[in-house]
């Protein structure tokens, strides 16, 4: 089983659609089963918060139930947990690699990669608003991931 985080700033927006549009298509695609999925942040600012308004607005719109689901910050020991870590912009994987360490080097990476747009980052709709294009890049990105390791490929 793969072990994926998903990891942003605050772990309100952009992570939890990551993780919970994730875990959808792997499930659509009968992988569910392949993959156990989260996401954290890299600051302690929205702990304890739940998902975004408008973010659970937007998984709601294609389907996807987010309830429950409240931020948490990535730890040192999450190194051991996840196999894989996917960030959303450059803050985040300077973040990442601050927090976990050479634990898991080689193990972090920018969710666009997977887009086949590498060192593009997903705009962060907190500040700009737009959550329909966070939300196309993010789809972009998990379909690029699932892609890459499905046990089909």
Request: charged share 20%; aromatic share 8%.
């Amino acid at each position: 089983m793969q072990r994926i985080c998903f990891v942003c700033t605050g772990n309100i927006c952009r992570s939890p659609m990551a993780e919970f549009l994730f875990r959808d298509l792997a499930q659509r695609a009968g992988l569910g089963g392949a993959f156990s999925v989260a996401s954290a942040a890299v600051s302690d600012e929205e702990c304890g918060n739940p998902v975004y308004p408008p973010a659970r607005r937007m998984l709601s719109a294609h389907g996807i139930d987010c309830r429950g689901k409240t931020a948490r910050q990535l730890r040192p020991q999450d190194a051991e947990a996840f196999d894989l870590f996917v960030g959303m912009d450059d803050s985040n994987l300077r973040g990442m690699r601050r927090i976990l360490g050479p634990a898991a080097q080689g193990r972090i990476h920018l969710l666009l990669e997977y887009a086949d747009r590498p060192g593009q980052e997903v705009a962060d709709p907190w500040y700009t608003g737009d959550f329909a294009a966070a939300w196309a890049d993010i789809a972009a990105g998990c379909a690029g991931l699932l892609r890459a390791l499905s046990p089909t490929r």
